[in-house]
């Protein structure tokens, strides 16, 4: 048990890293849910752009940062990784954003994003894509720290200049001279985007040290079989992105052009109720990610990935079932209109359906470290198609309903499927029946809360005290180990 203090120190200030930045950002949502600030139609309208910025991030990265981490942690000289991997980014990022420039009035009509927004997004691809392997570099030499700062100063800037663009700038513009000349009347979806440029941008100067103080050679030998276990990697990217981001995208195809932004600005911001386990899960896999290599070579392995496991599920069912417990006494504080509440129906599916992501998450360790990358792949394709097939079937007759059930499917069946043939290429010794206790156990009382029994506090308090008892009943004696270390 205590080979595992490093990883909870890791987990921990990953976890600020990623917990505190996104709690910060969590409160654009009551922001931008402000009928004073947008309307739902303007906020299913940033959400949708949102929506191909996951996509794009995705291919701009084409794996590489999985790649790097494995190979980095393989290679006798981890400094040529390092140097080949940066040289492979800046290059391929430039070169692709510069051709999207040159074409950008034809993307812009065919993704149906206006002009002005497109440019902006343009920006903020090519800034993000620049610190992707710095990022990596400063997780794999181990200094959490300095990645948690970075984060947190991100999201704060972030937050900061919408808070001032969308609430204030228009009140000081009448007293101060200077600020006319930057406010424009309707240019709220515009500041948006600015503010993601001077964050992104402040974050990329931030790293610039880590530029001028690597050896710029480039391996081409190490790139190609870079590439090539990257390559799995980039196609199961696409289809998380699909699985994630692209039912806002199929909700303004296959609704019609008066409700679909609408539809989309509701479910948009009643998945953001899902943060909760979002976060954790995040949190978890990226202090678990370069856990599971630096610890592949030693003795059983496996056993620790086991127990690593049933924490994660273990803390992730009392985290399922406190939030949709508690979701109605939440979501005032969050989405500041009643316009958005249609779809709170959505919540305990996609908090469902992030949970079954993040134990995918953990199982794919065996594809990871077995260098089967293409399984993983596999996996996230098939459930695309599951999201893609349901969406197109459900969504012209129930709208933002089938997105979440579509969701909650592929991520289901991508966990189910990931688990199968891990125990057959390189089995673990999960405590199947612990862990299936916790997930089962948890998602029964949810739903049947939820769909039951919504807002009854009486049985949704029980419900959740009768499970802490099961849990700590089964883990007291791992609590009190923990505790120890």
Request: glycine share 4%; net charge positive; proline share 4%.
């Amino acid at each position: 048990m205590s080979g595992f203090k490093s990883l909870f120190k890791q987990t921990f200030i990953y976890g600020l890293a990623t917990v505190l930045p996104r709690m910060l950002s969590f409160l654009l949502v009551p922001l931008y849910t402000n009928p004073d600030v947008m309307s739902v139609e303007e906020y299913g309208r940033v959400s949708f752009i949102f929506a191909y910025f996951v996509l794009f991030n995705v291919v701009l990265a084409y794996g590489m940062e999985t790649a790097f981490f494995r190979f980095f942690n393989k290679e006798k000289h981890p400094e040529n990784v390092t140097s080949t991997a940066s040289i492979s980014l800046v290059v391929t990022s430039f070169l692709v954003l510069g051709i999207a420039f040159l074409f950008r009035d034809f993307i812009a009509s065919a993704i149906e994003i206006d002009l002005k927004y497109l440019n902006l997004v343009f920006i903020i691809l090519l800034l993000d894509a620049l610190v992707i392997i710095p990022f990596a570099w400063l997780r794999a030499t181990k200094k959490p720290t300095k990645y948690a700062i970075i984060k947190i100063l991100n999201v704060a800037i972030n937050l900061g200049l919408n808070v001032f663009l969308l609430l204030y700038l228009k009140g000081l513009s009448d007293d101060f001279d200077i600020l006319k000349s930057i406010y424009k009347p309707d240019f709220e979806i515009s500041y948006i985007f600015i503010s993601n440029v001077v964050a992104s941008g402040v974050t990329l100067l931030l790293l610039i040290p880590f530029y001028t103080k690597i050896k710029y050679s480039f391996d081409s030998n190490l790139w190609k079989r870079m590439l090539k276990y990257a390559a799995p990697v980039l196609l199961a990217g696409v289809a998380y992105s699909i699985n994630e981001t692209f039912d806002r995208i199929l909700l303004k195809e296959l609704l019609p052009a008066d409700i679909s932004e609408v539809q989309i600005g509701m479910y948009s911001a009643c998945y953001k109720i899902a943060l909760f386990m979002t976060l954790f899960a995040t949190a978890f896999r990226l202090g678990i990610e370069p856990y599971f290599f630096s610890h592949s070579k030693t003795e059983n392995p496996q056993k620790n990935y086991a127990k690593i496991l049933e924490f994660f599920v273990a803390f992730g069912s009392i985290i399922l079932l406190t939030v949709v417990v508690f979701s109605d006494i939440i979501k005032p504080y969050i989405i500041r209109s009643e316009d958005f509440y249609e779809a709170m129906w959505i919540v305990p599916l996609i908090l469902i359906a992030n949970f079954c992501l993040g134990i995918y998450h953990n199982l794919s360790v065996w594809y990871k470290i077995t260098d089967r990358t293409k399984f993983g792949g596999y996996i996230s394709v098939f459930g695309a198609i599951v999201t893609l097939v349901i969406n197109y079937l459900l969504i012209p007759h129930i709208g933002f309903k089938a997105s979440a059930i579509a969701t909650v499917s592929a991520y289901g069946v991508m966990m189910l499927i990931s688990l199968y043939y891990g125990q057959k290429y390189y089995p673990i010794p999960y405590n199947f029946k612990k862990i299936g206790l916790y997930f089962i156990l948890s998602i029964v009382f949810s739903t049947v809360y939820f769909y039951g029994f919504r807002e009854n506090y009486y049985i949704g308090f029980g419900a959740l005290i009768v499970f802490l008892i099961v849990v700590f009943q089964l883990e007291k004696k791992n609590i009190s180990v923990l505790i120890k270390n």
